[in-house]
């Protein structure tokens, strides 16, 4: 038990668009998810915290008006790039908090922005 | 404030040796400490974690951690290394709020060499 899916793996998309990236919790209901995001051979970095049906908790230095965050449900959690530049390109990685505090992680997206 | 750091970038071992892993803690109050590896291009996955109790924890795969409270440690370790152990490992404790965020260490990038 405990998988997370995120959808896609892998997009491309040009400057200026938008780009969503869904987190599902498959067989658990996530209180929390979070959302990560890793520069190449770099380590994790938390962008934001979000409760299903309240705004997300976003992290000193990320625009929240960039990275639009939405947690609709117990088990779904969106992270929309308004706008992408190819400084956005990163993988991002989400993560559900399930209520025994353990958290799981997604397999990630690998965001590549021309 | 709650961090790990670890210290190297990469630790390279012979298939059969043991092999450790490094990472130390800062937390205020009692710690939550946790290890994941990542394969290239997936997301993460949880090799073990320390809550309380015993202060050497067993994980999955074989891993292990040892707890140490006075020198705030809590390295990962595996008595015999395999060639399928190669990735990337990252330390990580869990934050103070009431989310149970992870803040992540940059990551110890082990080889095992055959």
């Known amino acids: 038990g405990a998988v997370v899916s995120q959808h896609p793996s892998w997009v491309i998309c040009k400057s200026g668009t938008s780009v969503k990236i869904e987190c599902r919790s498959l067989d658990f209901q996530a209180t929390t998810m979070f959302w990560y995001r890793q520069f190449p051979k770099q380590s994790l970095m938390l962008m934001a915290t979000s409760n299903e049906g309240s705004k997300a908790t976003y992290e000193q230095g990320v625009e929240k008006d960039k990275f639009l965050i939405n947690h609709a449900s117990l088990t779904l959690s969106t992270l929309t790039v308004t706008s992408a530049h190819p400084e956005d390109s990163s993988f991002y990685i989400c993560?559900?908090?399930?209520?025994?505090?353990?958290?799981?992680f997604g397999p990630g997206t690998r965001l590549t922005v021309t | 404030a709650q961090s790990v750091a670890q210290p190297e970038d990469q630790v390279n071992v012979a298939e059969g040796n043991p092999l450790t892993v490094k990472c130390t803690y800062s937390?205020?109050?009692?710690?939550?400490l946790f290890w994941y590896v990542q394969y290239p291009n997936r997301g993460l996955q949880f090799l073990l974690k320390y809550i309380t109790g015993d202060n050497l924890v067993k994980g999955s795969y074989g891993f292990e951690a040892e707890f140490n409270k006075s020198q705030t440690s809590f390295h990962l370790k595996k008595p015999s290394a395999l060639v399928s152990d190669s990735a990337l490992y990252f330390c990580a404790v869990r934050g103070l709020t009431g989310a149970n965020n992870l803040f992540f260490g940059t990551g110890t990038r082990l080889t095992v060499i055959p």
């Open positions: 937390v205020s109050g009692n710690p939550y």
């Open positions: 993560s559900a908090g399930r209520a025994d505090d353990e958290q799981y």
